[in-house]
């Protein structure tokens, strides 16, 4: 198979501004050979490798150093965004000082620390109104959203009027139910009608759509109030990118550190208090990687149980959409929602919906739970080398994770698959090459319209051929078979999550999405629901681990997680951040 011809100038951005001629040249001698398919599930690893030996090495991420509180020195702590922004930075504003007094934050915080669940009863017992909750949130957004820049755009005067709506239905009995008043935040790759979705990308700066996601309308259908749109890596894969209009979202446990992603400024809303629940996308970990490294809960559901109608993709058939909450129980209340056959989503599966809260249980009695321990213990070092291996502090979580399910009834067996890598190469070639068909005539036509790491990243899918897809998907099917075989012996299965604690935000790797060990790949790859619950913490920083189930079961792993987070407080903790107000004090 014979690629294209390239221009230099593309070539010169996908590798780096500093590229030299010697590798234009090679890129280009590369892309014009044929390159001939071979069989078996190791040459996925070696396609990866060979695209990455094609398009050489692009310069690291700057460094940002001389953090002051986390914010990396030179750029703004808070950031204007027009009419509809986040709070900007003024002089004496609340944004600015509120590190150093509270005594400008004009009302109690309490509504915007409670769950859905919480805040849901307080709102059916007229004990608390969704213009006061929405107007708590905001309010805690302008407050610290400056230094966290988890949101992008604001809406307020639409927030405020679907909360007056939401109040007057209400108090004339028409409830939608658990979700009517509550508000919450989207990814910003969910499409809002009139309200301005970005992508996280200079290439869709200024866009405003005129659809709605069809995830979004579900909620909305359901009573929930849009909060605004959330900070993402460009294009749900290019990030933390610093030479974005965007800052990357920081982490509330410590802003010197990386939230994960893409579903940053998702995650990080939620674990501060910044809205009640978010919605992010899930690709290769994007919801479950955020969720951990913040500490909160985060669910893909089954491949097709949510709509995708609507929402920037980034891989047609990995990507999954699902929510970040404070707790199991909010996931399965916005589950009941978002589950539904979609008729214009080609993924969508027309199968039966349950009822998400009535099968929360507090006792595990009677389940056997696969525990996938090869994964951390042996394959991430093997596969990875040494820098994917586990903490000691993780490794005591994680086994202390077990302990607590046994003690609620479980019974728990070993857990056995392929190598982890085997999943991980097949999962992310399937998502190089569908990402860069995705974008291929823009990067051809305006690369400057893309970040570095988003360019970089994605482009490794032009040194791909038709062969390696192919092989990949095979591969795929393969091992998405054996999971689903080797879960008719046990009810759901458990794996790590992120095995350490966040790192610094300006020691994230450029390429450390494909170089580093991930424990969340699998699950997209099977099309799995899996779920992302707090286990402890390491360094002040909270640590997780996942559920898995068989398909459309979100159900089973959703009462498994909830079994767990009543047996422990995990949960129950507040990132430092959210105590500089009254309300957490």
């Known amino acids: 198979m014979v690629a294209p011809p390239m221009s230099d100038l593309w070539l010169s951005a996908l590798l780096g501004g500093s590229t030299t001629a010697w590798a234009v040249e090679g890129c280009r ?13 190791d040459c996925v690893g070696a396609d990866i490798t060979r695209a990455f030996c094609f398009a050489g090495r692009a310069r690291r991420a700057e460094a940002y150093t001389g953090t002051v509180r986390g914010v990396a020195a030179g750029l703004p702590l808070c950031r204007a965004d027009g009419p509809r922004g986040a709070a900007a930075a003024r002089p004496g504003s609340r944004a600015r000082s509120y590190l150093r007094s509270s005594e400008n934050i004009s009302a109690p915080m309490e509504p915007a620390l409670l769950t859905v669940a919480e805040a849901s009863r307080a709102i059916a017992d007229r004990a608390l109104s969704p213009v006061a909750l929405t107007e708590a949130y905001l309010e805690r957004i302008a407050a610290l959203d400056g230094e966290l820049h988890s949101y992008v755009t604001v809406p307020r005067e639409e927030a405020l009027g679907a909360a007056r709506a939401a109040a007057r239905d209400i108090a004339a009995g028409r409830s939608r139910g658990a979700l009517h008043g509550i508000p919450i935040g989207l990814k910003d790759i969910y499409k809002t009608r009139g309200i301005r979705t970005t992508a996280g990308s200079p290439r869709y700066e200024h866009h405003v759509p005129e659809e709605d996601a069809e995830s979004w309308v579900r909620l909305r259908d359901a009573g929930a109030i849009l909060l605004g749109k959330q900070e993402t890596h460009e294009f749900a894969i290019g990030g933390p990118d610093f030479s974005l209009p965007f800052p990357p979202a920081r982490n509330p446990w410590n802003t010197a550190h990386y939230p994960a992603g893409s579903s940053s400024g998702s995650a990080v809303a939620v674990a501060a208090g910044l809205c009640a629940a978010a919605m992010g996308s899930d690709t290769g970990g994007s919801i479950r990687g955020p969720a951990a490294y913040n500490g909160i809960v985060g669910l893909k559901p089954t491949y097709g ?10 891989s047609y058939t990995l990507d999954h959409c699902g929510p970040l909450t404070r707790t199991v129980e909010d996931c399965a209340i916005l589950m009941q929602a978002l589950a539904a056959y979609d008729h214009q989503d080609p993924a969508s599966a027309d199968v039966p919906v349950p009822d998400y809260r009535a099968a929360l249980a507090g006792r595990l009695g009677g389940l056997t739970i696969g525990v996938i321990r090869h994964f951390h213990e042996r394959d991430a070092v093997a596969g990875f080398g040494a820098d994917s291996a586990p903490s000691p502090a993780y490794v005591a979580a994680f086994d202390t994770a077990c302990r607590t399910l046994e003690s609620l009834g479980a019974r728990l067996v070993d857990f056995h698959l392929s190598p982890l890598i085997a999943y991980l190469d097949a999962n992310r070639l399937i998502m190089l090459a569908e990402a860069y068909a995705l974008h291929e005539a823009d990067f051809r036509e305006r690369p400057h319209l893309f970040g ?52 610094r935000i300006d020691q994230v790797p450029f390429w450390g999405v494909y170089e580093r060990a991930s424990y969340t790949g699998p699950y997209n790859l099977t099309g799995s629901p899996a779920v992302s619950v707090p286990i402890g913490f390491e360094d002040g920083l909270p640590l997780a681990f996942q559920i898995a189930g068989k398909a459309f079961d979100e159900a089973g792993v959703l009462r498994v997680g909830h079994a767990f987070e009543r047996a422990t407080e995990f949960h129950r903790e507040r990132p430092p951040i959210a105590a500089s107000l009254p309300g957490h004090q």
């Open 29 to 41: 001698d590369t892309l014009g050979m044929t390159v001939s398919a071979s069989g078996g599930k």
């Open 452 to 503: 570095r790491l988003m360019f970089a990243r994605v482009g490794l899918g032009a040194f791909l051929t038709a062969a390696d897809y192919v092989e990949a998907v095979r591969q795929r099917r393969e091992l998405a078979v054996e999971f689903a075989r080797a879960l008719t012996d046990v009810d759901v299965a458990i794996s790590a999550n992120a095995t350490g604690p966040a790192p």
């Open 305 to 314: 149980r949510v709509s995708r109608r609507g929402v920037f993709p980034l």
